[in-house]
Nanobody, 124 residues
Framework: QVQLVESGGGLVQAGYSLRLSCAASGRTFSSYAMGWFRQAPGKEREFVAAISWSGGYTYYADSVKGRFTISRDNAKNTVLLKMNSLTPGGTAVYYC?????????????????WGQGTQVTVSS
């Protein structure tokens, strides 16, 4: 049982950076792999990034690789997504999710718990 709450979304100008956070509650937080997904208007939800339970492995969608960084602090039950060089294509609702998955953990079906999402709007 994990409850997730995203925060940090908002309006940002293209080229700038934004950091999202995901606060998790639950005794087994450190046992979960964590991921970020996003859903743009009129589009399907897509994978953004994932991090293993230990934080030792990260995986990124090609579209964000090199610009986004996922990290976690198990002591604080927090997962972060640092987004650099944002473009209007980054406009979406960003969701935090928890999973028992292994390997890449890049599909929605692998995740058991989801946050409510936080809106990110990137202006041109």
């Amino acid at each position: 049982q994990v409850q997730l709450v995203e925060s940090g979304g908002g309006l940002v100008q293209a080229g700038y950076s934004l950091r999202l956070s995901c606060a998790a509650s639950g005794r087994t937080f450190s046992s979960y792999a964590m991921g970020w997904f996003r859903q743009a208007p009129g589009k399907e939800r897509e994978f953004v990034a994932a991090i293993s339970w230990s934080g030792g492995y990260t995986y990124y969608a090609d579209s964000v690789k090199g610009r986004f960084t996922i990290s976690r602090d198990n002591a604080k039950n927090t997962v972060l997504l640092k987004m650099n060089s944002l473009t209007p294509g980054g406009t979406a609702v960003y969701y935090c999710a928890a999973s028992y998955c292994s390997r890449s953990c890049s599909t929605m079906g692998e995740y058991d718990y989801w946050g409510q999402g936080t809106q990110v709007t990137v202006s041109s």
